[in-house]
Nanobody
Framework: VQLQASGGGSVQAGGSLILSCAAS????????MGWFRQAPGKEREWVAA????????YIAESVKGRFTISRDNAKNTAWLQMITLKTEDTAVYYC????????????????WGQGTQVTVSS
């Protein structure tokens, strides 16, 4: 499956963005989806994950209450809605697909999008 992340940009603290991950190729609904991010000089970290059918999800504690993950299998798209953004959310955000139903582990993800930059200024 090929993944294309989009929707990043520059916003002020307190603002919001919606990231999209468009999938093509194999059956999108066969994959658990996840979002990760990598800030400058830091390791890539997991942010959110959603099950194949969309009925279950995990959100990292650092973004819980501010970020929401969703998907629409009919549209082959997953989203990461981000509100009340903080400067520490600045990073390149990646979407990824896993053959597992739902997972938070980076090593479980088989396919990755190219990343989209999110910059939050104070």
């Amino acid at each position: 499956v090929q993944l294309q992340a989009s929707g990043g940009g520059s916003v002020q603290a307190g603002g919001s963005l919606i990231l999209s991950c468009a999938a093509s190729g194999r059956t999108f609904s066969s994959y658990g989806m996840g979002w990760f991010r990598q800030a400058p000089g830091k390791e890539r970290e997991w942010v959110a994950a959603i099950s194949r059918g969309g009925g279950s999800f995990y959100i990292a504690e650092s973004v819980k209450g501010r970020f929401t993950i969703s998907r629409d299998n009919a549209k082959n798209t997953a989203w990461l809605q981000m509100i009340t953004l903080k400067t520490e959310d600045t990073a390149v955000y990646y979407c990824a697909a896993s053959q597992r139903i739902l997972t938070r582990r980076e090593t479980d993800y088989d396919y990755w999008g190219q990343g989209t930059q999110v910059t939050v200024s104070s």
